[in-house]
């Protein structure tokens, strides 16, 4: 194993299937890898063994892959840890330039193209990506964050509508059998955005006072 690779990997997701699959494929490679299931368990890996590199979903419960990135961007032990960001939800211009000015170092879209992904794992850890250092302060941090999610809010609102006309105007029974999924699947998206929306609101009021 090359010097670069000598510590590990760290992988959170909450979804188990591409945790298992980022897990199983970055093992085969010859990395060592720790894995979490939201931000708040990779902070407690971080402090047991610092990672090479930290590769996270955004969307999670208990603690985001933003706040993450904010919270390590800010402690001086760990401003200067690459991050990659792989999101499903998270891909417009304005998402991406948010995660630049937080400070991420590479960001990449689900579902995740394995032949382009190892690549950009590989050359951050050789140091041919360099770590981003920009940290903002909480304020900024907390109504850029805001503005995210509730133009996330929006959108998976309209994608909730338009799947509940789907599913009320399709025959095929397999049909609304996908449909019905995708759109439980996009009513818990909304759920969790709309409790992150209520603690950054929090955060913000907290900030004013």
Do not use: C
């Given at each position: 194993?090359?010097?670069?690779t000598k510590g590990?990997?760290?992988?959170?997701?909450?979804?188990?299937?591409?945790?298992?699959?980022?897990?199983?494929?970055?093992?085969?490679?010859?990395?060592?890898?720790?894995?979490?299931?939201?931000?708040?368990?990779?902070?407690?890996?971080?402090?047991?063994?610092?990672?090479?590199?930290?590769?996270?979903?955004?969307?999670?419960?208990?603690?985001?892959?933003?706040?993450?990135?904010?919270?390590?961007?800010?402690?001086?032990?760990?401003?200067?840890?690459?991050?990659?960001?792989?999101?499903?939800?998270?891909?417009?211009?304005?998402?991406?330039?948010?995660?630049?000015?937080?400070?991420?170092?590479?960001?990449?879209?689900?579902?995740?193209?394995?032949?382009?992904?190892?690549?950009?794992?590989?050359?951050?850890?050789?140091?041919?990506?360099?770590?981003?250092?920009?940290?903002?302060?909480?304020?900024?941090?907390?109504?850029g964050y805001r503005?995210?999610?509730?133009?996330?809010?929006?959108?998976?609102?309209?994608?909730?509508?338009?799947?509940?006309?789907?599913?009320?105007?399709?025959?095929?029974?397999?049909?609304?059998?996908?449909?019905?999924?995708?759109?439980?699947?996009?009513?818990?998206?909304r759920d969790e955005?709309?409790?992150?929306?209520?603690?950054?609101?929090?955060?913000?009021?907290?900030?004013?006072?």
């Open positions: 194993m090359s010097e670069e590990y990997l760290l992988v959170v997701d909450d979804i188990p299937d591409i945790l298992n699959l980022l897990d199983t494929t970055l093992k085969f490679k010859g990395y060592r890898v720790v894995t979490a299931r939201n931000g708040e368990e990779a902070l407690e890996a971080i402090k047991k063994e610092r990672p090479l590199l930290v590769i996270a979903d955004i969307l999670m419960p208990k603690m985001d892959g933003f706040s993450l990135v904010h919270r390590l961007r800010i402690d001086p032990v760990t401003r200067d840890l690459p991050v990659v960001f792989l999101s499903a939800t998270y891909v417009t211009p304005e998402d991406k330039d948010f995660a630049v000015a937080i400070g991420v170092t590479q960001f990449i879209e689900k579902p995740v193209d394995i032949a382009l992904f190892l690549p950009v794992i590989s050359d951050i850890l050789a140091q041919k990506v360099k770590p981003a250092h920009q940290s903002v302060s909480d304020y900024e941090f907390y109504e503005k995210r999610l509730e133009i996330k809010m929006s959108h998976k609102l309209a994608q909730i509508t338009r799947s509940q006309h789907l599913l009320n105007t399709t025959q095929s029974e397999d049909e609304r059998n996908t449909i019905a999924k995708s759109l439980q699947d996009a009513r818990d998206e955005i709309a409790h992150l929306l209520e603690q950054v609101l929090d955060r913000i009021d907290g900030s004013k006072k």
